[in-house]
């Protein structure tokens, strides 16, 4: 069954605040979409003397019951900001935090095309918010063009160029502009990621005296319960061991003689399931099982900026499009 719209969601980090320790992994919290104060709180007006960087994490989800993997996912801003402020977004990982934000790479942002381009044509000129809006789009990168609400995925940029606000973005010589494109219209540049799936890796049983045949047998990732996660399986006999998580620490006790399956209570259902058939024989007491699972997420951080004197504004916005190959 292909995913769904309505399976893409959108979690708050642990963390959410103004700090060096603002970000980490992933809550239990949904953002609702199109709600005031939903990722960002008000800014003051003295804020908006004197100018603010704010960064806010959060983690687009694959919430998909058989874990149907999202492929080639792509994330774009697909619309500005509507004040003077102006935001953009980076790729993250799934525990690091807003002290981490030097080693930031990927990156988007969008703006507006300031010269109306006709139709297989390999140049547009975009104006963004800021003149400090650096690297907002670079050689490589694929860029979205939103032409009367329909969008046109391009492929890496062959040259890009800044001169204030004004970028000067040249095609890929083998992708022309497929429409003639207005002025005002919307273009953002783009990430890329992998293939996206809830998924169990790095087995280690190296130490134990028993066997585990996880190619026979792989454990079963859940795409709406497992999260990033390293779990320790400790024996207490020939059969019995505990269950740990490096976060969620201990889970109820589980068995080779039969399926484990624990249940993520926020999600009632399980983080993953290991099957009874993958056990082999020869487990002791203290024997140790290591693995990892990865939760269906793109962490992903937003940069708001205003700069000092900014105005105010009633409403202020921007929106996310994200887009996935399915079934």
Do not use: H
């Amino acid at each position: 069954m292909a995913i769904q719209a309505a399976e893409i969601k959108c979690y708050k980090a642990e963390t959410e605040n103004d700090t060096v320790n603002n970000g980490g992994r992933m809550s239990t919290i949904e953002i609702a979409d199109n709600v005031k104060n939903n990722l960002f709180p008000d800014v003051t007006e003295a804020e908006r003397t004197a100018g603010k960087v704010q960064w806010r994490k959060v983690f687009w989800k694959i919430c998909n019951a058989i874990n149907e993997i999202a492929g080639a996912p792509v994330l774009n801003l697909a619309v500005p900001a509507t004040g003077d402020e102006y935001v953009e977004i980076f790729l993250g990982t799934a525990d690091d935090i807003q002290s981490d934000s030097a080693s930031f790479t990927d990156k988007a942002a969008c703006g507006k095309v300031a010269t109306e381009a006709a139709a297989s044509s390999f140049e547009l000129l975009v104006d963004v918010q800021s003149a400090d809006m650096t690297d907002a789009f670079t050689v490589g990168m694929p860029i979205v063009i939103t032409v009367a609400a329909v969008d046109y995925y391009m492929k890496g940029l062959k040259a890009v160029s800044q001169d204030g606000v004004q970028y000067t973005l040249t095609l890929d010589d083998t992708d022309p502009l497929p429409v003639t494109v207005p002025v005002e219209s919307v273009v953002s540049s783009a990430i890329e990621v992998a293939d996206v799936s809830a998924e169990a890796s790095d087995m280690d049983d190296s130490g134990a005296s028993g066997t585990f045949d996880d190619v026979t047998y792989p454990i079963v990732c859940d795409g709406i319960g497992t999260i990033d996660q390293t779990w320790t399986l400790t024996f207490t006999s020939s059969t019995a061991f505990g269950i740990v998580g490096d976060t969620v620490g201990a889970l109820a006790a589980s068995s080779i003689s039969v399926e484990t399956a624990p249940i993520n209570p926020s999600f009632s259902v399980p983080y993953f399931t290991i099957p009874q058939a993958g056990w082999g024989v020869g487990w002791q007491n203290n024997d140790v099982v290591i693995f990892t699972t990865t939760a269906p997420t793109i962490p992903v951080w937003y940069r708001k900026t205003t700069p000092a004197g900014a105005g105010s504004v009633s409403a202020d916005a921007c929106t996310t499009t994200f887009r996935v190959t399915t079934a």
